[in-house]
């Protein structure tokens, strides 16, 4: 008899347990661990926002235009349109100063000595042709003088107006030592036609004449120096600020 189990001789399955084996369950989508960010489709730029594509290969985080040459920030990025002109224009009127610094010692140390030679030689020779040559010479040399040191002056005033600091300080030098030149030049040659003029001596005519020529070679050695060194402190002021 079956005792009314059925079939199976009367063995049931265990408890949730059917006859035959289930079908599995369903596997739980996996959840991403703890902590990780799960993967989203990146979004559509903004407007006005750089393209993820756009922006320069190693420069995390860099705003919208800053990959284009000549942007702000950029590398290579050119200041602003003449920042140098004013210190580059500086530079070459210190230069052309300094030139003509250079000319003016060179014409009235060449044109004195021409001159005295000239003069030295007629006078010892007693040829009046020579002495006009000499007087010709020197008032043509005398103008030269007055045309580059005239340049001169008018570069000065220029870097004394556009410079600063010590690159003033030496065009002041330069237009002081001009000025305090001339006024010494005319001091020595009133004071020597004064005693030409009042002496019957010659023996004091000589000496004073020697004199003056000594005073008036070192006033034209003093006068060079200063003038160089104004020069050459204006130069190193341009250098140091180029």
Do not use: C
Not at 117 to 129: K, N, Y
């Amino acid at each position: 008899m079956t005792q009314g189990y059925g079939p199976g001789h009367g063995q049931q399955g265990q408890w949730g347990q059917a006859g035959q084996n289930p079908p599995p369950a369903p596997q739980p989508q996996q959840q991403p661990q703890w902590g990780a960010p799960e993967q989203a489709p990146p979004a559509p730029p903004q407007w006005g926002q750089a393209s993820p594509t756009g922006a320069p290969t190693g420069a995390p985080g860099a705003y919208p235009g800053a990959g284009y040459p000549g942007a702000a920030g950029a590398p290579g990025a050119a200041g602003p349109a003449g920042s140098a002109g004013p210190a580059s224009t500086v530079a070459k009127l210190i230069q052309w100063m300094f030139y003509a610094t250079l000319a003016v010692i060179a014409v009235r140390l060449i044109g004195n000595v021409i001159v005295f030679a000239v003069q030295f030689a007629g006078g010892a020779s007693g040829s009046a042709g020579l002495e006009g040559a000499g007087g010709l010479l020197g008032l043509l040399l005398l103008l030269v003088n007055g045309l580059v040191t005239l340049a001169l002056l008018v570069l000065a005033v220029m870097v004394i107006v556009k410079a600063s600091g010590r690159g003033r300080t030496g065009a002041i030098i330069i237009i002081a030592t001009v000025i305090l030149s001339v006024i010494a030049y005319w001091i020595l040659r009133v004071i020597l036609i004064a005693v030409l003029a009042t002496s019957t001596d010659i023996s004091t005519v000589g000496l004073m004449s020697l004199v003056y020529l000594v005073a008036e070679i070192i006033r034209v050695l003093i006068v060079f120096a200063v003038l160089i060194v104004g020069a050459l402190m204006s130069r190193r002021w341009a250098k140091q600020n180029a």
